[in-house]
């Protein structure tokens, strides 16, 4: 059975406010080149660390936004063609439900 995830916009805050702090703390510490330069790194590193943008389910590259679901108790990405399809089959197990 499949449904959709919940949104959570807690982490993106919270990541926001260390790379903030960190720039701030760097930047006392040892001067704003050294604080830009470390913030430019860990942008980069970011970058890299949540850049897998396939879809968990066909495997083709995402390039905009994806939709999150949970299917079988696995959390899974899925680009806009697989949500539809996603949904759709939620929607007919729901129905039969109902009807049955």
């Known amino acids: 059975m499949a449904r959709k995830a919940k949104k959570s916009e807690t ?8 790379l903030v702090g960190g720039i701030y703390y760097a930047a006392k510490s040892w001067g704003w080149p050294v604080a830009i330069g470390a913030s430019l790194v860990g942008i980069v590193l970011l ?4 850049g ?3 879809c968990d389910v066909c495997g ?6 994806s939709r999150k679901w949970i299917v079988n108790g696995k959390k ?7 949500s539809r ?12 439900r109902l009807t049955s």
């Open 11 to 18: 982490g993106g805050c919270l990541l926001l406010l260390l």
């Open 47 to 50: 970058g890299l660390m949540f």
């Open 52 to 54: 897998d943008k396939n």
């Open 60 to 65: 083709s590259p995402i390039s905009h936004t």
């Open 76 to 82: 899974l990405k899925a680009c806009a063609s697989c």
């Open 85 to 96: 399809r996603l949904q759709n089959k939620a929607s007919k197990e729901a129905v039969d």
